[in-house]
């Protein structure tokens, strides 16, 4: 029970942080990014080249992470999404060069850092264990305080700090954020980054522990979909409401189903259908959430 | 006159809010009745529960003596009930006579696959749907912009679009979103024109909510009015000038007037 | 009883004139058979994907047709191997059950729309591929192997189709059956778009909330045409499932969906036959660029996301205005959901 309930803490730490970029980028623009996991993908090679392969301290190595990505980011909003949304009225284009930048992401990866898995060095060694009842490594215990860090201060940034003000009056209304002076192209930019700064920073997290392949892409970025539909889309606390559900969900099912075979995220999937039946805006998917 | 539609103790609440708070009313055959009421006095929800597009908290909608309310959307359009919109509310990338042809789907005879195999009774119902839509589009005057795309037109051709969409289904009751919102003096004039004529030609009882006093009482054979979520009055527009209440009402608002 | 112009006649008779006959004469007299192979792939494909263009018809981002193709595949494949049933019989079994699942899926998740449809559409090709991997009917990962190929079909005694496993070259059976298939599909598209059925989609496409008001079941034309759209999805996946004789959870996933959406937008969401169109040029502008080996998938990609700079509004640049987020967001479902706020 107890390793459960930390597995599911572990687990709902980094999956909030994920579905929090997504959210955030969402919210602003209303642009439904496939690249997301592969952003994860890209934050976690990062690390690894930095920390695993040039011996950098971990902590360098993940800020350069979070670095590139804010960059690629902002790049990526000013010269591809920004433009596409300016001229185009379908909000099935910007879905359309998602999914390209996701393909054009798994091909960089490819090519620059290869198919096979990568790992890095343990952080700290050790194994914390509570009379067998509760065990876990102490990197594990660090990378989801380190999460639950960010988590804190992302919020924190975005309820006190003026970016995060004008950011929220961004996603609120669009077009009042912009009479009331906001500078719309700069924050949209500022919150592309962020929003892929946080994908980045969850890979370099991560990278320590669970290590990197090119495969993971995909599906981080489909369980970053389920996340935000349980919390409800363009809402940070549905995010980070969706990230700890998905994240207790997995862990239960791992240690509860694990005889039935891989059938948890089957259950979590039909448990989402019906949820959605009776709510289809999520748990906190309403205006000002 | 007969008793068409009658509403009935109707209210509605959101969270701790009152929108609506028992609200009863009579629409008799063939009149015009309208539904005023300063901002926020709970118009459009009534209008909203009366073409079940939102379901009531307590009370109910009947129509001939069958209750209307709480049902789906389309159900109520079936049974004779049948709203318009404010004018974003349209098929966009269609023509006018496209829109009209669309809208008589409840007229239509043939089942949808039979349309699809193009059995005997679809092809009537296709020859029907086009020369009911052209006589409907030179009843409502529109013959002129009929192969225009619905997003090109002006504000007013969209308000008779959606009126020419709502009668497309031969209804007996046409539910009137705000009519006259943003004209001008001629184009309210033009369109209390064309509601009259309706009723008078296409026998269609109408009821419209709206805040233009003076439209109102140009049009109405009634009015009831609310204020506040309660209704306050109801009469002929004579009664509703005169009324004590409603003009208090109307007074407390300062951005509406009564202008009579 | 199809009401054509001249020039549509003409059209349709080139059209089927160079797919029965110009296109396999010009293979055979180039002896490149391979062709037939791939042609017959962008066949299935254009199948399937025209189920996801009829989607995008009622407003509905679909990326979910790679789970109903899977879904198809292994129904065929089993009823073929476990069941020993004629694969002719268990093709349009394998679409009608793909149709049924969709009828069962669609009713909660039709509700949505926008970008929720789109996730939950991803989400349950995902879905799909792990429930193979899962199931033991379906055998894991191993998958299902060894499927026979069709065999004969025949009525009253007189053969209305050899069997596949005594010809020569059963590719070139599966080329015809397969554009004998497409052909029958995207006659059954334009007819279902130029129907009422068609019509009332588009004026859902437009404004779900003007249709429900003019006494369109909104609700129930969304799933018929769900239905319609996996039917096609089965299909496509059943036949390749027995070209291939083999299925796989990985022979459709979720790169494959999101290329059947890509299908779609490429040829263009204004017309019928956009799908047809899309997929051929996706298909062989991939087999193209096979030549640039490791690079094959960047030059892919950066072809697309210029595409999408150059042309934000499609290969065919149709624009649909009513398919943008605000006519399509209403009280009764994403009104207020389509809002951000935190």
Known sequence: MEQILANGIYLGSQYAMIALGLTLI????????????????????????????LGFPFVVALFLACATLFVLGALIEKFLFGPVIRRSSREESTMLLAAGLAFFFDAVILLVFGEKQRGVPKIVDGVFNWDFRLIMPYDRILICVLAIFSIVGFILFMQYSKTGRALRALAQDRTAAQLMGVNVDRYSMIGFALGAMLAGLVGGLLVTITGVNLGMGGPTSIKAFMMVMIGGAGVISGAIAGGIILGFLEAIGLAVLSQYGDITYLLIFVSLMIFLAFRPQGLMGKPWG | MTTLLQVQNITKKFGGLTANNDISFEVKENEILSVIGPNGAGKSTLFKMISSFLPTSSGQVLLNGERISNLKPHIVARKGVVRTFQETTIFKSMTVRESVIVAQHLRAKASLAGYFWGTSAAHRDVEDFGSYADELIAFLGMSAIADEQASNLPQGNLRALGIAIGLATDPKVLLLDEPFAGMNHDETMTMVDLVRKVRDERGVTVLLVEHDMP?????????????????????????????????????????????? | MLKLSKTQWIGLAVFLGAVFVAVPMTIAAFGRTDLFFTLTSVGLLAIASAGVWLTFYIGRINIGQGAFALLGAYVSAILVTKAGMSFWLSLPIAGLFAAFVAVLIGLPILRLRGVYFAMITLVLTQVFTLTALAL???????????????GELSLFGITLIPDFATLGNPRVAFYYTTAALMVLTFAAMYRLVNSRLGHLCRSMQQNEELASSIGVNISYIRIIVFAISSFFGGIGGAM???????????????????????NCFLGGLGYVFGPMLGTLVLYFGWDLLFEFGKYQLLIYSSLLIILMLVLPNGLLSMKIPGLSPKARSGPEVAGKKEEPGQ
């Open chain 1, 26 to 53: 969402f919210a602003l623009m209303n642009v439904l990014n496939f690249a997301h996991g592969q952003m994860y993908v890209l934050g976690g090679f990062v690390t690894y080249t930095f920390y695993g392969q």
């Open chain 2, 215 to 260: 439209a109102v009482m140009k049009i109405s054979d009634r009015i009831v009015v609310l204020n506040f979520g309660e209704m306050i009055a109801e009469g002929t527009p004579r009664e509703i000038q005169n009324d004590k209440k409603v003009i208090e009402a109307y007074l407390g608002s300062a951005d509406d007037e009564i202008g009579i």
């Open chain 3, 136 to 150: 033991p009917i379906t055998n894991g990962a191993k998958g299902i192997t060894s499927i026979p190929l069709p």
């Open chain 3, 240 to 262: 390749f499932g027995s070209i291939a004789q083999s299925v796989y959870p990985s022979s459709f996933q979720v790169a494959d969906s999101v290329n059947f959406m890509l």
